[in-house]
C-alpha cells in the first residue's frame, strides 16, 4: 500500500512580527479590533476581560471560519502571531494575510506584507503506509530482532520490537526559537501492524506530504536495489 492520508491533524503558520509595529502611533483600539474580528469571522471563543489581552501568555480566538475554512485557533503574542487551522498551512497563512490587509485597510493598522521577514509552519498529519519505518534499513531490523529475542528473557512475556520513530532535526543550541524537527511514529493508540503513522514537519502542508511521498518511494527503492542484490 502506498502512502495514503488519513487526516490533517494541524496546519499552523507561525509569523514573527511584533504588534508594536503592527500599531506605531497606538491609533488602533485592541478591543475594537476584537470585535471585528469576532464579527468577521465568527469566533466562538474571544478575549473578554483585561486578563484576556496578556500577549506574553498569547491573545486567544477560537473557533473561526473564513469561508470553507475552519480557523481553529488564534494566538497573538507580543513577537508573534501563531494561526491553526485543520485544512492546510496555506490556508492559515492566508488568513493571516487577509485578515491584517482588511485590519490596516478599515481601522488603521499598520500592517505590509513586507513586514514578515521570518516564518515557520508545523504541519501535522496522520497516514497509512505499509514501507516505512519497518523497512528503513537492514541494520535497524537486525537491532530489532535482536531485542524481541533477548529482552523477553528478562521480561517474561513475548515482545516483538521494531523500528518505532524517526526524528531528523538541528542542532537546538544554535538557535532559541526555532522550527520544529521532522518526525514520523506510529499513530497514537494504533497497533504497529495497522501501519497508521503520525508526522510532524516544519513545512507547507502539502510540501511535507510530497516529501513523504517522496521518502517512501526512496525506501521502497533502496529495498529493491538490495532484494535484487541478494
Known sequence: MNMELAAIILARYFVFIETVELNPRGRAFFPELVTALVNRYGFVKFPQKPEDYDETKGVMFQGGRMGNVTVAQIQVFNHATVVDTA???????RFFNEALTWLSKDFGTAYRPEMVRRKTYVSQISFHSDILLPKLHPAINKLADHLSARVPEYFMQPLKYQPSGLIVGYDPQTVKTGPSA???????????????????APLPTNEHIALLEQFEKDVNDFNARVAFRS
Open 87 to 93: 485544512s492546510s498551512t496555506d490556508d492559515s497563512e
Open 182 to 200: 521532522f518526525t514520523i511514529e506510529p499513530r497514537a493508540d494504533s497497533l504497529f501492524e495497522e501501519h497508521k503513522y503520525f508526522s510532524s
